[in-house]
């Protein structure tokens, strides 16, 4: 069985589920593939349409319905594969990472990362929950690459 730090590409659908202090739950679905070192593109279907693409030295969000891209440089260096090799094995199939002042649970079920969750800097419960996992794959880079129509309106932070 592969470990969870050997994980060197990973796809799946999921649901993104983000409770407040209230108990409101906001969901999200979508698509999601990430490659090593730091490359990844969050394909948001529901209930907004959104792509966020992430490479090493950027992040581009592509917003179809306002026809807007906004690009900006990274800084906090967020990386899901570092999270994941820092996971520890707290009890069967369940691992806790502390990255960047947020700790992060990341259950597997059948060897692939099942879900991931974390409290938000807005003390909100978020859960990510992954379905059709696929990992250790070969994923073309091009993926990573945005694309939007020419005439959107471009903001760079």
């Keep these: 069985m592969a470990s969870i730090d050997k994980i ?15 108990e409101k739950v ?3 679905k979508g698509h999601v593939i990430a490659h090593k070192p730091q490359f990844a593109k969050w394909e948001y279907k529901t209930p ?21 891209v906004i690009v900006r440089k990274i800084k906090s ?19 806790e990472a502390n990255y960047k002042h947020t700790i992060f649970t990341i259950e ?15 003390e909100n419960n978020v859960t990510i929950i992954f379905e059709k996992q696929k990992q250790n794959h070969k994923v073309k880079l091009e993926v990573f690459n945005p694309k939007f129509p020419l005439d959107y309106d471009i903001i760079r932070d």
């Design 77 to 95: 260096n967020f990386n899901f594969f570092q999270l994941i090799k820092n996971a520890k094995e707290i009890r069967k199939n369940v691992y």
């Design 108 to 122: 597997k079920e059948n060897n692939l990362i099942k879900s991931i969750s974390y409290i938000d800097e807005f």
């Design 8 to 22: 060197t590409s990973f796809e799946a659908d999921f649901t993104q589920n983000i409770k407040d202090e209230k």
């Design 26 to 28: 906001l969901s999200y």
């Design 48 to 68: 907004v349409e959104k792509n966020i693409f992430i490479t090493p030295f950027a992040i581009t969000i592509v917003e179809p319905e306002i026809e807007q």
